[in-house]
């Protein structure tokens, strides 16, 4: 099974998961090759072992010499005259005679003819793209492949006009989504004639491979841990005005922050003027080894996101036995059932989030028992292999109907599958 991954930047940090899917596969004998569009950025640790092994194994497109990119396009341009113009049409068209878009579709279209005229050399006719989806879209429209992609949300349910979800379902023979809410809105914005193609394969962590954190029945301080990028997506000034709240309180209480961005020094700030600077610990970036420590000495973890998909930092905290705090929005509740695996609160509601926050402060034995049950959670529903294992089927069947006969193809009928209601 020769599959080739477009990724937007790999391996990054900020999307591990992709790493670990990516490895499961391998380990289950597919053969993937990885493309990302650019290098991963600086990081402030060493790459593992695993992500070396990645880095060298990854074709990069941007990071590609000039005469290279030339080649491709020149090879294109003379096999394929009329798809390598349909292609740059899509682009423009993409790039709606706006300056600043038309020079970005412009890259893309670049990239995605760098991408499929080193797939066409290698033999490579199936592609799924994360994260990368207008590059694989016009790519489709060049080259002769087949298509699938997975929509993680939530950056793409904000304009999904604008990111071309319809043309992209129709595209696209397999739609991927990890979350039943990421499921509907892929419907919403794509035609009913294409909800054959939606999947929903939620994302996983490995059980086996987190240490139980040791409950503490009356920790002080209190442990707060969460994780993200500092961005305003993340709405950290909220949490830092819910811990405020509970320093008016008197209650003893540290949260680490692990995570940067380009919010951080608004947060310093702010942490300052609220009178908690001392209570907040900017840990910065983790890899993965001294995430789990934090993770190990923390009490709850808590998130205030105003948008997320279905947050792995969130299946991490609940592995290890940290019960989780978090906004009620989006495939969050897919995953914490709220007074049973963790507390949920209304997003921007910082007065109930002070009270969920007091709640897991104040009742020991509820939060035992969410920290047992949040582990059987994810062991349950969210465990890395099995759903890799569903995905790997998938992509399987995906790939085996490609390959029929285009004559058994049109005459086979597909019924409309809508994705059942998970199972709380």
Known sequence: MKLAYLLSEYPTLGHTYLLREVRQLRSEGWDIQTISVRRPGPRPSPLSEAEAEELQATWYIVSSGALEHCASHAATLAGRPLRYLRGLQTALRFGKFRPRQTALHLAYFAEAVWAGHRLQRAGITHIHSVYSTTVALILSRIFDVHLSITLHGPAEFIDPVGFAIPEKVKAAELVCSISYFGCSQIMLWSSPDDWHKLKVTPLGVDPAGWTLAEFREQPSPFEFISAGRLTAIKGFPLLFEAMAELRRQGRDFRLTLAGDGPDRAMLEQQAKRLGIANRVVFAGWKDQDELRKLYRQSDVFVMSSFAEGVPVVLMEAMVTGVPCVAPRINGIPELIR??????????????????????????SAMRHKMAELSRKRVADKYDLRKNVDRQAGLLKEWMDKSREPATAAKEKTIPVELPKPPTV
């Open 338 to 363: 709220d007074g049973v695996d963790g507390l949920l609160f209304t997003a921007s509601d910082v007065a109930e989030l002070v009270g969920a926050l007091g709640r897991m402060m104040d009742d």
